[in-house]
């Protein structure tokens, strides 16, 4: 059986269509640049989200070992400090709960409040600390999104930690 054969004409110049191909590009790029941005910015967050947790961790680790009063250790604030270092981020709020020596005791250090200080988990029984590190959230991110609506200037975010004292 003989099909026929057919040819497709090709001629140099642009087609009509050449103009909205261009104008889909211009249109869609910046929402593309703008989802891509904030996929990084979210991601750096969520990594860092997890170097606040070990800080937190940290010092309430460090503060279970210590003996506890009316100010929190400087051991604490140097063990957190040193956590938070290597990604670059600086707390400005520690807040040290416990109930060691009868009654529950709360100590802050910091410039920034920041972070639910009611509404938190029930207390363990026996003798425990309680700490609270909070950061600024532009610390944590860029603040890339911000020309888009999406500020995070003056935010916060915090983590509590409870340990048993030793």
């Not at 140099?12 to 790029?29: M, N, Q």
């Not at 920041?114 to 988990?121: A, E, I, Q, V």
């Not at 003798?127 to 959230?137: N, Q, S």
């Not at 999104?145 to 995070?152: E, I």
């Amino acid at each position: 059986m003989n099909c026929p054969r057919t040819t497709t004409r090709r001629n140099s110049a642009a087609t009509p269509r050449s103009g909205v191909v261009a104008l889909e590009v211009i249109l869609s790029l910046p929402i593309l640049i703008i989802g891509v941005v904030g996929v990084l910015q979210f991601g750096v967050f969520f990594a860092n989200a997890q170097v606040l947790n070990q800080a937190c961790r940290v010092g309430a680790l460090e503060a279970s070992h210590q003996t506890l009063a009316a100010a929190i250790p400087s051991a604490v604030t140097d063990a957190i400090d040193h956590q938070l270092a290597p990604a670059g981020i600086t707390r400005c709020y520690v807040r040290m709960e416990h109930n060691v020596g009868g009654g529950t005791t709360v100590v802050t250090n910091g410039t920034c409040t920041c972070g639910p200080t009611t509404n938190l988990s029930p207390t363990p029984a026996g003798d425990y600390v309680r700490i609270t590190v909070c950061v600024e959230v532009t610390d944590l991110m860029p603040n890339a999104l911000q020309y888009y609506g999406l500020d995070f200037s003056n935010q916060h975010a915090s983590c509590t930690t409870v340990y048993r004292v030793e």
